[in-house]
């Protein structure tokens, strides 16, 4: 097994009475990408500073590509970083911004000039040199943020938050190009978001933060398909969540009705909840008797472009609503509008159960 690139064993940090960090530990394959994702104050920003040296852990050790680092001040470890704010010098031309980590460590005039004109023509800007940051935009001053990171070639590069200042289009754009250019020349990365779309469209793997610990680390399908913890399932992406009790046979009480399970090595009377995705349950019209075909009113309809979230209430009392993806062509077709009934299908293996 490859050695990991990065390994953070033990990672603790208080500030006064609130513990930021509880014992983090993980490791960073090399030419990685991996997204540190969860609500504000879980921990990830914090642990992104410790590991550029901006923050002080108060125990544990972070080795990077066999060196130990743990108490190395910043200006001694290998890495680059953007953050949100861009933080480029407004009174240096784009060149001189690009150039800068090269000039501090004395590198040759030619050999700057060449690496500068590189990566501009790398991120799309080659003819930017002599303008100022203001004269660019929000996504354009990013792009140089992250020129200025990757000149002195590190071995890691950090990104804290680098696309929560754009609007939406541009965010979609650039999370692309990061993606690409990050691939493309296989620096080692770890980039902070509380955004989910971003966290599953860029990361090979993402650690799952919540209150200074890892709830999950897995590729995003896997974090998305197979949570493992009911924080991790309600945090990416959307769920419903069903109060039920285990009966024999592999089948469960929701209510007034029975579900089927995929698994029957649960213990008889016990009180579960059962988390399902939008996207998993069937909506039918016609009667059809799959499996878990349960009969339902529709209560809303949101639209959202290309398609529907539809709440619908089961035929049960005192159990929560579901909420359903339906392409909105699907939606016109059946002309789905509240009160209209309908029967949905929860397929027993999309149903899970969390501890």
């Known amino acids: 097994m490859n050695t990991p690139y990065l390994q953070l064993n033990g990672i603790r940090k208080s500030f006064g009475r609130f513990e ?10 090399r030419g990685e990408l991996m997204v540190f994702l969860g609500p504000s104050g879980c921990g990830k920003t914090t642990l992104l500073r410790i590991v550029a040296g ?15 680092i743990s ?26 911004n690009v150039a800068y980590g090269l000039v501090n460590r004395r590198d040759r005039r030619e050999s700057i000039k060449g690496r500068v004109r590189e990566l501009l023509t790398l991120i799309g800007l080659p003819d930017s040199g002599l303008k100022y940051p203001s004269q660019l935009s929000g996504g354009q001053q990013q792009r140089i943020a992250l020129a200025r990171a990757l000149a002195p070639a590190p071995g890691l590069l950090l990104l804290d938050e680098p696309l929560s200042a754009l609007d939406a289009l541009e965010r979609v754009r650039l999370r692309g190009e990061i993606r690409a250019l990050q691939q493309r020349l296989g620096v080692t990365t770890i980039m902070v978001t509380h955004d989910q779309e971003e966290a599953l469209s860029m990361a090979d793997r993402i650690v799952v933060m919540n ?67 939008p996207e998993d349950i ?3 019209m016609n009667g059809a008797k799959a499996t878990n075909t349960l009969p339902a009113t529709v209560a809303k309809v949101e639209f959202l472009g290309a398609f529907c979230m539809v709440g619908v209430a089961l035929d049960t009392p005192g159990v929560p609503p579901l909420v359903l ?11 789905l509008r509240p009160g209209t009934a309908v029967s949905v299908c929860l397929p027993p293996a999309a149903l899970r159960i969390l501890s």
């Open 20 to 29: 930021a960090l509880k014992g983090i530990a993980l490791e960073v394959a």
């Open 54 to 68: 901006l923050e002080t852990q108060d125990a544990g050790t972070i080795v990077q590509d066999g060196r130990d």
């Open 71 to 96: 108490r190395l001040p910043a200006v001694d470890r290998d890495y680059g970083i953007v953050f949100q704010s861009y933080a480029l010098f407004p009174n240096l031309t784009i060149d001189s």
């Open 211 to 277: 209150q200074g610990r890892i709830e999950q680390i897995g590729t995003p399908r896997e974090i998305y398909e197979l949570p493992t913890t009911p924080f991790t399932a309600d945090f990416v992406g959307k769920v419903n969540v069903l109060p039920a009790i285990v009966e024999q046979g592999g089948v469960c009480r929701v209510g007034t009705m029975s579900l089927v399970l995929g698994r029957s090595d649960l213990i008889s009377g016990t009180a579960v909840k059962l988390y399902l995705r």
């Open 282 to 284: 069937a909506l039918s």
């Open 325 to 335: 993806n339906v392409p909105r062509h699907a939606v016109a077709e059946a002309q």
